[in-house]
């Protein structure tokens, strides 16, 4: 059983894996057509309302810092939220937390 067990676990590492991708692939598509002008627009945002320090955990090689939806909100606009969460089909609140989740992984790609 312990093959088995190995081969269970790596193959659902591999969706799992996938799936993060997944959803990165499409909240990167989601910025670059919004008015913000994509992720690098999203953390010049970021920059600009006092989290430069987050955003360089992110993609200064380090270990990377969580942002939460309250920060998030503190920096982009209502309507940016709003763009977001329409383009996600999401609700507001969801969308950031979406957002809040995988962005720092998504900058950090970038990097």
């Given at each position: 059983?312990?093959?088995?067990?190995?081969?269970?676990?790596?193959?659902?590492?591999?969706?799992?894996?996938?799936?993060?991708?997944?959803?990165?692939?499409i909240l990167g598509n989601v910025l670059q057509n919004?008015?913000?002008?994509?992720?690098?627009?999203?953390?010049?945002?970021?920059?600009?309302?006092?989290?430069?320090?987050?955003?360089?955990?992110?993609?200064?090689?380090?270990?990377?810092?969580?942002?939460?939806?309250?920060?998030?909100?503190?920096?982009?606009?209502p309507e940016h939220v709003q763009e977001i969460a329409?383009?996600?089909?999401?609700?507001?609140?969801?969308?950031?937390?979406?957002l809040a989740e995988h962005l720092p992984m998504l900058?950090?790609?970038?990097?």
């Amino acid at each position: 059983m312990g093959l088995l067990d190995d081969v269970m676990g790596a193959a659902k590492g591999a969706l799992l894996q996938g799936a993060e991708g997944g959803a990165q692939g499409i909240l990167g598509n989601v910025l670059q057509n919004s008015s913000l002008g994509g992720l690098s627009g999203v953390l010049t945002q970021l920059n600009g309302a006092g989290l430069g320090n987050l955003v360089s955990s992110w993609t200064g090689g380090g270990q990377g810092q969580p942002i939460s939806v309250d920060q998030l909100k503190s920096a982009l606009t209502p309507e940016h939220v709003q763009e977001i969460a329409h383009a996600l089909n999401l609700p507001p609140d969801s969308a950031l937390a979406h957002l809040a989740e995988h962005l720092p992984m998504l900058a950090g790609n970038q990097a």
